[in-house]
């Protein structure tokens, strides 16, 4: 089936549905992906064993049930997204704290919004613009697929947003710099080729973290915003905004990257299920030559 076909036939038509009904559709997902298809499970039960080193079998199987299930959820809610109206999306996705942002545009500060794959941040981005008074700005890594690529854009930017290509992200710093932004950044990406590195221990492994929201927050000096995105129930999710840093330039380097990764640690320590295990996030390898953060040495 070809990409269109795929989108006009199924995914669109899909998209339209309540999602009551597409929470059937994800419960029928999860036993053809997790139980017959067995999609990505030893990438997922290896991350899992690495991560929580201490847990038994059942404990670790119990989270990855969980994690299947809520993994589902986010497939149709992401599907949904394609026409659901600006009212429900902001009836499932609330900002508890906007004055945090608010503030901080009252001020004349462009910010840098930081978070993880945690519950679903695709929804929470698409509807921030309606919250804050920041031009919104989310940085994606383009699909192959130039078809998918023009689609899912399009519905991410329908409430707002301004979508980045990661190819070009100091450009687009340039070319918003008459507006005041809020620049999101995925801060647990892979970065399998990139030379600006932060080495850090995450969930009990070596692991290097993408230093880009730093290095723009430090060489702009945008205060750093981290985005807590909670579950309340199925379908509905909270986001709360805390600040990080408010000046940047002043801080030692490493200081933004290595809070922002605790701070999205203990959410997974909290509640593991939420986090996105099927992503191949320890690609890049330890090497003798590489150097662990240190507080001490800044």
Not at 35 to 41: G, L, S, T, W
Not at 91 to 102: S, T, Y
Not at 235 to 240: H, I, L, N, S, V
Request: glycine share 6%; hydrophobic share 35%; charged share 25%.
């Amino acid at each position: 089936m070809s990409s269109r076909l795929l989108y006009y036939l199924l995914l669109k038509p899909l998209s339209y549905l309540p999602l009551g009904i597409l929470y059937g559709v994800s419960d029928f997902m999860y036993v053809m992906l997790y139980k017959v298809f067995k999609y990505r499970q030893k990438v997922v039960r290896t991350n899992l064993v690495n991560s929580f080193p201490g847990k038994t079998n059942e404990e670790i199987a119990k989270i990855e049930q969980e994690f299947y299930s809520h993994f589902c959820d986010i497939i149709v809610e992401s599907v949904r997204l394609f026409s659901i109206g600006e009212s429900e999306l902001r009836q499932r996705n609330k900002l508890r704290n906007p004055e945090v942002l608010d503030e901080l545009y009252n001020e004349g500060k462009s910010v840098i919004l930081v978070g993880g794959h945690y519950n679903n941040w695709e929804t929470g981005a698409a509807i921030l613009s309606w919250y804050v008074k920041h031009h919104i700005v989310g940085i994606y890594t383009p699909l192959s697929n130039e078809f998918f690529n023009t689609e899912i854009l399009k519905s991410r930017e329908r409430f707002g947003m301004e979508m980045l290509s990661k190819k070009i992200v100091k450009a687009g710093f340039e070319n918003n710099k008459e507006k005041l932004t809020a620049t999101i950044f995925a801060t647990d990406q892979s970065p399998t080729h990139s030379k600006m590195v932060h080495w850090t221990k995450f969930l009990n492994q070596p692991t290097a973290v993408l230093f880009g929201s730093e290095l723009y927050a430090k060489e702009y000096n945008f205060p750093v915003v981290y985005i807590y995105v909670t579950k309340v129930k199925r379908g509905y999710y909270e986001m709360e905004a805390k600040l990080l840093e408010k000046n940047p330039a002043q801080t030692p380097e490493g200081y933004i990257t290595e809070t922002h990764t605790r701070w999205l640690e203990n959410q997974i320590l909290a509640n593991p299920h939420y986090w996105l295990w099927t992503h191949k996030r320890w690609k890049r390898k330890w090497k003798d030559d590489d150097k662990l953060y240190s507080p001490n040495k800044g």
